[in-house]
């Protein structure tokens, strides 16, 4: 059977380095493996082209699809960017999918699915050093703003976010809101996947950059994969052929360091935002957040908000430092 793992997590949360440190584990065991990196945006792993039929879908579907809604909607794209190929393992990454993943699951029937976080001041501060936006602001479809409001204050599932929106104001508020309204609606999907009994695995990006050997294998042992003879060294030597700069693991922590990234035999299904190529070093050194984002109100009460929800989900299928909380 071909493994297929499903990853989601709002952007500049680790998906990427979640993705990557899972796919050179499968195709060290497979010799193959085939990537799809944000299907509602890139065409390709470059970021050289983007996928008009995927923005288009992004356009089309909610951000926040109800259960009625996941059960009765249809998207040939996603079918196709989903779907596996006879004995290849397929990884998928999704950072505007969280409000959508009953969909995807459904559609992609994925034999794990994986939920990616991190605090949101880190988030803020990683948005401000790539001059991203979550809610699509400068990119190649109108802005979310409208469309997240909307749907928070009419989505009865989002009451933890609703909470919150006539206190958010300015754009770098409303990105806060989006990180907690994905987040909320990924821990009710999550939730409902699990229960069901299917496979599910939630990691916090500060144990996985802490562990990403064995992140990986957690996350394989998860979708059926027996364990992969992995070092770190067979990483770095994957990524040294590789030809974008990417910095996935701090220096000081790990030998993996800044390396050079593209000559896997990974189809060309896989890319990273276009900041890091230009400005890797600036982009991915982790550094301690702005001390004024550190102490925002604000964001120390959406953060606890987050965190409060996950603290009550079966910590068997949790990987986070200690007991996650606010930090």
């Known amino acids: 059977m071909t493994t297929s793992i499903s990853i989601y997590g709002v952007g500049r949360s680790g998906t990427k380095l979640t993705q990557l440190v899972t796919c050179m584990a499968l195709a060290r065991q497979y010799h193959t493996c085939d990537l799809s990196y944000e299907p509602f945006y890139w065409a390709n792993r470059h970021c050289t082209q983007m996928s008009l039929p995927g923005i288009r879908e992004h356009g089309r579907l909610p951000l926040f699809l109800t259960e009625a809604a996941a059960e009765t909607l249809d998207s040939p794209y996603l079918r196709a960017k989903t779907r596996r190929r006879d004995g290849v393992p397929l990884v998928t990454k999704f950072i505007r999918g969280n409000g959508r993943i009953r969909l995807i699951d459904r559609l992609a029937a994925p034999d794990v699915s994986v939920f990616v976080f991190r605090p949101v001041v880190s988030v803020l501060d990683s948005i401000r050093r790539c001059r991203f936006d979550l809610l ?192």
């Not at 989505?155 to 309204?181: G, M, P």
Request: hydrophobic residues 45%.
């Open 136 to 327: 699509g602001e400068r990119q190649e479809y109108p802005s979310d703003q409208p469309r997240l409001v909307e749907e928070i204050r009419h989505n009865s599932e989002l009451e933890v976010s609703a909470s919150f929106l006539d206190r958010c104001i300015s754009t770098e508020d409303l990105n806060a809101l989006w990180w907690l309204a994905m987040n909320e609606a990924a821990l009710r999907a999550f939730a409902e996947i699990h229960a069901a009994g299917r496979p599910v695995l939630l990691i916090d990006q500060r144990w996985f950059v802490a562990h990403p050997l064995d992140g990986a294998q957690r996350l394989l042992a998860s979708a059926g994969v027996a364990a992969i003879d992995i070092a770190v060294g067979d990483l770095h030597d994957a990524w040294m052929r590789q030809e974008t700069v990417l910095q996935t693991v701090a220096a000081a922590t790990s030998p993996l360091g800044y390396v050079e990234t593209d000559e896997l035999p990974f189809r060309d299904r896989v890319s990273c935002h276009p900041a890091e190529k230009t400005s890797a070093q600036h982009a991915f050194v982790p550094m301690p957040p702005d001390p004024a984002l550190a102490v925002h109100p604000l964001y120390r009460e959406i953060n606890e908000a987050f965190f409060g929800m996950l603290r009550q989900f079966d910590p068997a299928v949790v990987c986070a430092p200690s007991m996650p909380g606010q930090e």
